[in-house]
């Protein structure tokens, strides 16, 4: 029997967009050691040299790891084992912390990117209740959806470990800022008063058809930064920008991998580019992985900032409210939609 036959075909990639068997490895992502920021007297040289090494990545790939980071391992290992405990329950238990359209946190497995499914299953949490974004000309709540039991301790080691996402977020937004010859903070008003970042949990269990399926399908990432803690096991590729090759980002011990999102591409009116990623999935072994990804307040107005602009580079997007676009977005996870979902590139100038 043929892998079309024992795949359903909701999973199925265009042949364009199906994954080779052999994967190209990511031998040149960027890895940055963020030691420097952890220095009681910090070297200017070396915080020099690292918000240039910050910079030049994400001008030549959007993507790089770190190390050095100053998220405790212990704190990661035991958020790696709480999802490890959710997704082993019985389909039954995780479906009564079931997301939908009315509380869109919780437990999903009918994801679609690019209107295919993803070969997954996923929690999702927001790092502050409630988390306000616009709907029908008002503002809705959104509320996490705890499991009433297992896994023990579940939400404090959630909550804990989105504290420490939060720092981390901020230590390389302030990087990002510099880098583009920014005051430190400049980003940091855009995250006061209640953002919209949350934390997603991601299973991927063995595919039958990993060359037609895909863990998640090629796409940008909407928001500032994403952060990701990924699995031995790895499967993650980037699209990389100088030939378009799918590159496959090969697990670092203990790193963070973080990518650019179109907000910070729209901040810097372009010079840092968001850039396509997607997830391979494997035939024998299960993949779990955590993203976090870091949102601004629900009110932003995202356009690029006054201070990169000038005669010779002029404003390339229009101004679009943050809150309307995530809310229209999150549509497209729970059906299949007759157009492609709103992108940035509808706002280019």
Request: aromatic residues 10%; hydrophobic residues 35%; charged residues 25%.
């Given at each position: 029997?043929?892998?079309?036959?024992?795949?359903?075909?909701?999973?199925?990639q265009?042949p364009?967009?199906r994954?080779?068997?052999e994967s190209?490895?990511?031998?040149n992502?960027?890895?940055?050691?963020?030691?420097?920021?952890?220095?009681?007297?910090?070297?200017?040289?070396?915080?020099?040299?690292?918000?240039?090494?910050?910079?030049?990545?994400?001008?030549?790939w959007?993507?790089?790891?770190?190390?050095?980071?100053?998220?405790?391992?212990?704190?990661?290992?035991r958020m790696?084992?709480v999802?490890?405990q959710?997704?082993?329950?019985?389909?039954?238990e995780k479906?009564?912390?079931?997301?939908?359209?009315?509380?869109p946190?919780g437990?999903?497995?009918?994801?679609?990117?690019?209107?295919v499914?993803?070969?997954?299953?996923?929690?999702d949490?927001?790092?502050?209740?409630?988390?306000?974004?616009?709907?029908d000309?008002e503002?809705?709540?959104?509320?996490n959806?705890w499991?009433?039991?297992?896994?023990p301790?579940?939400?404090?080691?959630?909550?804990?470990?989105?504290?420490?996402?939060?720092?981390?977020?901020?230590?390389?937004?302030?990087?990002?800022?510099l880098?583009?010859?920014?005051?430190?903070?400049?980003?940091?008003?855009?995250?006061?008063?209640?953002t919209?970042?949350?934390?997603r949990?991601?299973?991927?269990?063995?595919?039958?058809?990993?060359d037609?399926?895909?863990?998640?399908?090629?796409?940008?990432?909407?928001?500032?930064?994403?952060?990701?803690?990924?699995?031995?096991?790895?499967?993650?590729?980037?699209?990389?920008?100088?030939?378009?090759?799918?590159?496959l980002?090969?697990?670092?011990?203990?790193?963070?991998i973080?990518?650019v999102?179109?907000?910070?591409?729209?901040?810097s009116?372009d010079?840092?580019?968001?850039?396509?990623?997607?997830?391979?999935?494997?035939?024998e072994?299960?993949?779990?992985?955590?993203?976090?990804?870091?949102?601004p307040?629900?009110d932003?107005?995202?356009?690029p900032?006054d201070?990169?602009?000038?005669?010779?580079?002029?404003?390339?997007y229009?101004?679009?409210?943050?809150g309307?676009?995530?809310?229209?977005?999150?549509l497209?996870?729970?059906?299949k939609?007759d157009?492609?979902?709103?992108?940035?590139?509808?706002?280019?100038?």
């Amino acid at each position: 029997m043929g892998e079309l036959e024992v795949i359903d075909p909701v999973f199925i990639q265009a042949p364009e967009h199906r994954p080779k068997p052999e994967s190209v490895q990511a031998n040149n992502v960027p890895l940055i050691d963020l030691s420097p920021l952890s220095s009681r007297e910090p070297d200017p040289g070396a915080l020099e040299s690292l918000v240039a090494q910050i910079g030049q990545a994400c001008k030549d790939w959007g993507f790089f790891q770190v190390i050095n980071h100053g998220v405790a391992l212990h704190l990661r290992e035991r958020m790696e084992l709480v999802s490890k405990q959710f997704f082993a329950m019985q389909k039954e238990e995780k479906k009564k912390v079931a997301r939908d359209e009315v509380k869109p946190l919780g437990y999903y497995d009918t994801e679609h990117t690019k209107n295919v499914r993803d070969w997954k299953e996923v929690f999702d949490f927001t790092l502050q209740e409630p988390m306000i974004i616009p709907h029908d000309h008002e503002h809705r709540e959104m509320w996490n959806q705890w499991p009433p039991h297992n896994p023990p301790q579940m939400k404090e080691v959630c909550q804990q470990y989105g504290a420490e996402m939060e720092k981390l977020g901020h230590k390389l937004l302030e990087l990002i800022a510099l880098s583009l010859g920014l005051e430190r903070d400049r980003f940091r008003g855009f995250f006061e008063g209640g953002t919209t970042c949350f934390i997603r949990l991601n299973h991927y269990p063995p595919c039958p058809g990993p060359d037609l399926a895909l863990g998640v399908g090629r796409h940008k990432d909407a928001g500032a930064l994403t952060v990701l803690a990924q699995d031995e096991v790895g499967g993650l590729q980037v699209k990389r920008k100088s030939d378009g090759e799918w590159i496959l980002v090969h697990p670092t011990p203990n790193a963070y991998i973080v990518n650019v999102g179109d907000i910070i591409q729209v901040w810097s009116n372009d010079k840092y580019e968001s850039v396509e990623h997607r997830v391979k999935v494997n035939a024998e072994r299960e993949r779990f992985s955590i993203p976090y990804f870091m949102n601004p307040t629900h009110d932003t107005k995202v356009e690029p900032l006054d201070e990169l602009l000038s005669s010779r580079n002029a404003a390339k997007y229009r101004a679009y409210c943050w809150g309307e676009f995530f809310a229209t977005r999150k549509l497209s996870n729970f059906k299949k939609l007759d157009v492609e979902n709103v992108q940035i590139y509808h706002f280019k100038n």
